[in-house]
Each structure stands twice: as structure tokens, then as C-alpha cells.
């Protein structure tokens, strides 16, 4: 079994400054890992995700992780927010020898508040 | 956007009366996972399902029951809601064809309301 725990329930930050969202996770496996956003009253999307490869990933709107397996890490970053980026942020991790077949873990996510 | 539609939307009900919750999918996808989101506890799996009349239980299954008769259909069930079960529900897909990884489409939520 897994489990994925991000430190911080709520950062706040100013527009424009740099942002980290840690996420750690816990397996006896190898994970295929994933970073999904919630923006108010909707579902949740997919940001990126580590499946193999380059440990560092990248989405088109400017956010990259870094899988660092010694640390167990999958920490989210962002060189400069904006305003547009206020929104819940969910780490999750699969099991890779299950194929992902029995759902993701989820951690309990981080509520990222961006101020003017 | 994956093709997942969840019904209804929204939905208050009192205490002891069942309650039924769809997922209809448009994308053929053999899984179908249904979750339940709550503030300070992120995202628990309730049940899921790998195929017609298969499924099989989540972290949070106690009080909720699924069926599956259709690929495209997967529905949950309060059969006796309780206020502990005042949640938003969100409905996921995906396809294990090939390598699977695990990524899920998720619907746009259901909240449902207890009292």
C-alpha cells in the first residue's frame, strides 16, 4: 500500500513570486507519480505526471516537478505564479506492478492562494 | 475533456433515505472508480469497478454500494444516507489498455447534502 503526504494544507504567495508544493509518498513499490489541479466547483485535471525517465517534468503552463527517489519526493514548483493559479493541488502516486488498475492515492492537497 | 458525465449535480436529502449517484462515460474505458472528497482528507477511493458486473472495494467502502451493468454506466449507492456521507462525489475513468500508468479523468463532482 501507499501514502502520499503534502505538508502544507494552504500556501499563500504573492503574484509573481516562486512557489514550492511538497509532496511526499510512502511505497514498498515503484510509483508512477502525479500532480492533478482542482480550480473551485470543478473536477479534478491532470498537471503533470512522472512515469519514467527524465526526473524532472514539465507542464504547458509553466509548473515542473522533480521525482527524487532517495528522498521520496515529488515536489511541485512554479518560478512565478499568477493570480490564475489559485486553486487546490493534489499529489497522487500508483502502484506500477498493478498497473494503476486499483485507483490513485491521493495526499489531502495543498490550497495554494495567490495575493495580489 | 474525457466524456464523463455525472448526474445529478447536486442533491440534498435527509437521513435515512437512499440515494443513487450516476457516472456515464463516453470514452469506452474498461475502469471506472468512484471517490469521495472531504477537507482535510483529500480524495478516498469508495469502490471501483474493472468491468461489467465486476468491482471491487475502496479504502471507504462501509455504507455505499456500486453496480456496473453497462461499460459506460457506474452507480453508487447511499441505501440508508447518513450525515458522515455529506460529501462531494467524483466519478473517474480509466483505460488499463496497453501500459497503464494509473491516470484518471474525473467528472465534474456531485455534492450531496445529508440532514
Known amino acids: 500500500a501507499q501514502s502520499v503526504t503534502q505538508l502544507d494544507s494552504q500556501v499563500p504567495v504573492f503574484e509573481e513570486a516562486p512557489v514550492e508544493l511538497r509532496c511526499n509518498y510512502s511505497?514498498?513499490?515503484?510509483?508512477?507519480l502525479f500532480w492533478y489541479v482542482q480550480y473551485p466547483n470543478q473536477g479534478l485535471q491532470l498537471l503533470l505526471k512522472y512515469l519514467s525517465g527524465s526526473t524532472l517534468v514539465k507542464s504547458i503552463n509553466g509548473f515542473e516537478a522533480e521525482f527524487n527517489k532517495s528522498q521520496t519526493s515529488f515536489h511541485l514548483r512554479k518560478p512565478s505564479v499568477h493570480i490564475s493559479d489559485t486553486a487546490e493541488y493534489f499529489c497522487?502516486?500508483?502502484?506500477?506492478?498493478?498497473?494503476?488498475?486499483?485507483?490513485?492515492?491521493f495526499g489531502k492537497g495543498t490550497h495554494l492562494i495567490i495575493q495580489p | 475533456d474525457a466524456g464523463i458525465t455525472q448526474s445529478p449535480r447536486h442533491k440534498v436529502t435527509e437521513t435515512g433515505t437512499p440515494v443513487t449517484l450516476r457516472c456515464h462515460q463516453t470514452e469506452n474505458h474498461r475502469y471506472m472508480y468512484w471517490y469521495r472528497q472531504d477537507p482535510g482528507h483529500g480524495l478516498r477511493l469508495i469502490h471501483y469497478s474493472y468491468g461489467v458486473k465486476d468491482t471491487d472495494k475502496g479504502e471507504v467502502s462501509d455504507g455505499y454500494s456500486v453496480s456496473r451493468s453497462k461499460t459506460e454506466d457506474f452507480l453508487l449507492t447511499l441505501e440508508s444516507a447518513t450525515s458522515s456521507q455529506t460529501s462531494v462525489y467524483f466519478c473517474a475513468i480509466s483505460d488499463p489498455g496497453g501500459k497503464s500508468t494509473g491516470e484518471l479523468f474525473f467528472g465534474e463532482g456531485s455534492r450531496l447534502t445529508v440532514l
Open positions: 497522487a502516486v500508483s502502484d506500477k506492478s498493478g498497473g494503476g488498475a486499483d485507483g490513485l492515492t
Open positions: 511505497s514498498s513499490v515503484s510509483v508512477y
